[in-house]
Structures are given as C-alpha cells and as structure tokens.
C-alpha cells in the first residue's frame, strides 16, 4: 500500500535557523509531490509542488524541496526560517495513474522562535 | 477570486442528530473531495467525486453520505453523529489533469 512518512513530528527552531522537514513514500510507480502548509486557524495552501523536470523545486515564502527519487525522498528546506512560519506542514503524494487522490503524511509541527 | 467555500465555517450538532455540511466552488473543476482531519493528524480523504462518479473509501464509515447535484456543489451528510466524528471536516477540488488541490477553509464540526 501507498504511504507517506514524515519523521519529524514536532519541530522547534529559533529565527534564522535552517529548516529541512524529511519525507519519504513508498510506491513504485510515478508521483506527483507535494508540500501544504496550515498556518493555525487557516486553510491549507500550497507551498510548492513536483510533477517533473528539475528535481530542485522553489516554493513561495523562499520554500525548496529536492526529489530525490532513488530514496523515495522530497525533503523541505528553507534557510533561514521566521516566526510567521510557525505552522504544520504536510506533505501529499499522488500518483499518476489517475485515481486523483492524495496521500497525506502524517504533519510535522513547526515552531519558530522569536 | 475564484475559491472554495464552505459553510457554515463552525458547526454544532447533538449526538444522533443528522448534519450537513456545504462546500461550493467558483473553479469549476471536475474532482471534490472531502476529508476529515482530527487534532494533530493528517487530513483522512472519506470520498471524492471525478463529475457525477462517487468514489467512496473502503474505511469510510456507512454514516457520512455524500451528494454532488451540480459541478459547483458538493454535500457531506452525517446521519448520526457520534463523538468520534466530532473533526475539521474540509473540502477540496482539482482537475483532473493537474493533481494539484484546492482546499476550503473547513467546518469544524462539534457533537454534543
């Protein structure tokens, strides 16, 4: 079965620290990736996403992730991170043999310090 | 601006107490979808509709029901809501061909 794993579950980082948020999935076929953001209280909104090409991928708020596709891997990274990026991050993955859904891992909760 | 929208944005019911929950979209796409999400967990896709195709998980529980009378609207019924149920529940739409999803802002239901 298709899974996604996020092994950080809870984060904690003061401002100007580096982020990277792992995540990893299982399935043999081809993806579509992606990385969600929900900002306590608000909807989820798309931090960026990969459907092919370049494996570096940039995202809003100076967001990237990397496919690495030999580790099943999409991890985010973000240089230097701000207090507005307190948040739960989610990544999705979709596969492309059109059954349209996501599967979601599991979050990771983020908080910056100020 | 093109958006999805659900309402009401707060929901309380009774136990037992059929509910429905809105969701209505201005982007005219052909796939919804409803998810429940729970404190601290990943949102849980119950059903989803590719035009008038309902497409139920095998774990969603025969309680949630679904309609879909046109492309703009997309309900979600509880029949009988148990405290277990009591969630966010959000709606979503893509295409078909981007895969990429739009979300609501959610109902986050309460049972009593």
């Known amino acids: 079965a298709q899974s996604v794993s996020q092994h950080n579950h809870h984060v904690i980082l003061s401002e100007a620290a580096s982020l990277e948020l792992g995540c990893n999935y299982s399935y043999g076929g081809t993806v579509n990736l992606f990385w969600y953001v929900q900002y306590p209280g608000q909807h989820l909104q798309l931090l960026l996403k990969y459907f092919s090409g370049d494996p570096l991928v940039k995202g809003i708020k100076g967001f990237e992730a990397e496919f690495i596709k030999s580790k099943f891997s999409f991890n985010l990274r973000k240089p230097s991170v701000q207090w507005s990026d307190t948040a739960e991050y989610f990544c999705?993955?979709?596969?492309?043999?059109?059954?349209?859904?996501?599967?979601f891992g599991t979050g990771t909760r983020l908080k910056v310090l100020a | 601006d093109a958006m999805v929208i659900q309402n009401p944005r707060y929901q309380v019911t009774q136990f037992g107490k059929p509910v429905t929950l809105s969701c209505s979209q201005t982007?005219?796409?052909?796939?919804m979808y409803w998810y429940q999400q729970k404190s601290s967990q990943a949102p849980k896709l119950l059903f989803h509709y590719y035009d008038k195709d309902f497409n139920n998980e095998a774990d969603t529980p025969d309680n949630f029901q679904s309609r879909r009378p046109n492309t703009s609207f997309c309900f979600l019924d509880i029949r009988s809501p148990g405290l277990g149920d009591a969630a966010m529940y959000l709606c979503?739409?893509?295409?078909?061909?981007?895969?990429?999803?739009?979300f609501g802002p959610g109902t986050r239901l309460t049972v009593l």
């Open positions: 999705a993955v979709s596969t492309t043999s059109g059954t349209y859904k996501y599967i």
């Open positions: 979503a739409t893509s295409t078909h061909t981007s895969g990429r999803q739009y």
């Open positions: 982007l005219n796409h052909n796939v």
